[in-house]
């Protein structure tokens, strides 16, 4: 079984049915064996970015949630393996919701499934 730890534009843009994911993600995410997860950085990023007027979405955060148990998609806090993992991080990356998110990614041994051509300079494994 594929675990997979969705960026947050993954997310959005699985809930939007978005065609900017590549086949080849589409395609992974549509597999019935893998198992998705999400950090729940990426609720607080879209959450500050909506605040800021930099995110508009047509459904409210509760009904993304919603959605992700529907989807039996896992939020997963942020725990201190992850902040240690985040600490020992080199600093490629600027952002720290994707900084939180690849740390996730490499503390669980998750695939990210991102187009963020930054994160793919770390050592988790990226899917696109």
């Known amino acids: 079984m594929k675990k997979l730890l969705l960026d947050t534009h993954v997310l959005l843009w699985m ?3 978005n065609t900017a994911l590549s086949k ?3 395609k992974t995410l549509e597999d019935s064996s893998t198992q998705l997860y999400l950090s729940v950085v990426s ?3 879209i959450t500050i970015k909506q605040s800021l007027g930099k995110l508009q979405l047509e459904y409210s955060l509760d009904e993304l949630i ?3 148990t529907t989807s039996d998609i896992t939020i997963l806090p942020i725990d201190y393996g992850t902040l240690k993992t985040l600490k020992a991080l080199p600093f ?5 919701f994707d900084r ?6 490499i503390e669980l ?11 793919k300079k770390y050592t988790t494994r990226i899917i696109w």
Not at 92 to 96: K, V
Not at 100 to 105: P, Q
Not at 109 to 119: F, P, T, V, W
């Open 92 to 96: 490629i990356h600027r952002d720290p």
């Open 15 to 17: 809930q939007d049915d």
């Open 66 to 68: 919603d959605s992700c």
């Open 43 to 45: 609720l607080w990023e």
């Open 109 to 119: 041994d998750l695939d990210l499934i991102s187009s963020d051509e930054i994160a």
């Open 24 to 26: 080849a993600a589409r």
């Open 100 to 105: 939180l998110i690849i740390a996730t990614s």
